[in-house]
């Protein structure tokens, strides 16, 4: 479909709670192409392992993430699409650093669950669960948060865990 710009902290979008796409069976045309362009601007951001629709603008409950090859991914279900998803486990905690694409110069220290098991539809309509750990359950939070208008930084416990992100050259 499309290649979309990237929507940046403090847009009011990323604040926003997103509405579901709701129904069952194949997802409507508008919330496909919305998926198809998620997937395809992710790809244009080597190492990028996820976004939401409200990073493009959209404010409707979809999210792609996909941490295939990563070296601290534990759990890989390969490229998703999540459609509606919705966290109906989770267990532990563990802090790590996160980043995101709508908050490009900064990371931070977050504390989420350690594992968790995520419902969803994914691009054709029909029903997934997950089961996530590690790294990858950390990727799903993070997007998830997106969904109901968080970023990591509503997530930092203290300002000093708040970091310039390295330039690579």
Known sequence: MAVRDVVRYPDERLKTECDPVGGSGPLPTAARAVAQDL??????F???VGIAAPQVGELTRIVVIDVTGHKRAVSDHGRQVLVDPVVVERTGRVQMREGCLSIPDFT??????????????????????????????????HELDHLDGLLFLDRVAKAS?????????
């Not at 669950?113 to 691009?123: F, T």
């Not at 865990?161 to 050259?169: E, I, L, T």
């Open 39 to 44: 997937l395809d601007t992710m790809a244009t």
């Open 108 to 141: 931070g220290n977050v504390t989420r669950a350690e594992s968790i098991v995520v419902e969803a539809r994914d691009i054709d309509g029909e029903p997934i669960r997950l089961a996530c750990d590690a790294y990858e359950a950390r990727v799903v939070l």
């Open 161 to 169: 865990d708040v970091f310039p992100r390295k330039k690579y050259q």
């Open 46 to 48: 080597p190492g990028c």
